[in-house]
């Protein structure tokens, strides 16, 4: 059990970087799982534990963003205080549920069927070559193209309905390969659309709280919360270091993009693939 809850600390930590990092939590968790394995866990069991940890991560951006998802305010007329809501947050969960609906309309009915056939290592690893390839060339399209200021969207409000309809098609894409990455895919379409890096960012964290919220309901409902006490005590210690590990690196991406683009998270993602793609010819470590 020692060991055990060890290992489920690493997985919260992996959990806690790569779900906010474009470089795919799902598809380091799946890997993760065949080089760190738990001993004596149901299938069904790991399967739960790689989606709900992911409220942890939930909690962390909920917590760092609560100014800005949250609706309701304090406001003064005719010298009585009374709760009012704010507009411009409101028309941004209007973008962020109408960012989701295509996922959920192709993830829902299909999770199944993309689990059996692309929850591999090879699938992973050509999903994060590609996405890796086409970071790099979105990067140094964006910095070439010239766009006036009415162009350029600096903050949340500045993101269109249509905007928001492409962002969650792009989502899509990450619903079916799970190593494209749920961010990846977001800010690589809101970099198209002429978002900042940081306002893509923003965005897609806002994103992920339904989204991920979303999907690890969907994966209690489909398989049960048949916890023995030893699973469930992994799983909330994972829960709590995501969490943590998520408000350190959320911090540091907001910070990071000011100044940075994603080249260097574009030749990760590139070398891992391959890494993934060698190991997987040559041994059976990732069987």
Known sequence: MFIDIIKSVVYGIVEGITEWLPISS??????????????????????????VIQLGAILAIILLFFKKIWPLKKDTEDGKKKIA???D???????IIIACIPAAIVGIPFDDFFEAHFHKPIPIAIALILVGII??????????????KKEIKETLKDITIKDAIIIGLFQVIAAIFPG???????????LILGLTRANAAEFTFCLAIPTMFGASLLKL?????????SEGILLLVAMAVAFITSIAVIKFILNYVKTHDFKPIA????????????????TNILV
């Open 26 to 51: 799902t598809g380091h968790l799946i890997i993760l799982e065949k080089l760190l394995p738990f001993s004596n866990m149901s299938e069904e069991f790991i399967k739960v534990f790689n989606v």
């Open 85 to 87: 809501f704010d507009k």
């Open 89 to 95: 947050i409101l028309s941004l969960w209007l973008k």
């Open 180 to 190: 494209v990455s749920r961010s990846g895919a977001t800010i690589i379409g809101a």
């Open 267 to 282: 030749y990760y993602r590139i070398a891992l693939g391959i890494v993934i793609i060698i190991l997987s010819i040559t």
């Open 135 to 148: 970071f790099i060339f979105v990067e140094i399209w964006n910095s070439k193209r010239k766009l006036d």
């Open 221 to 229: 409902i489909k398989i049960g919360f048949n916890f023995t006490f």
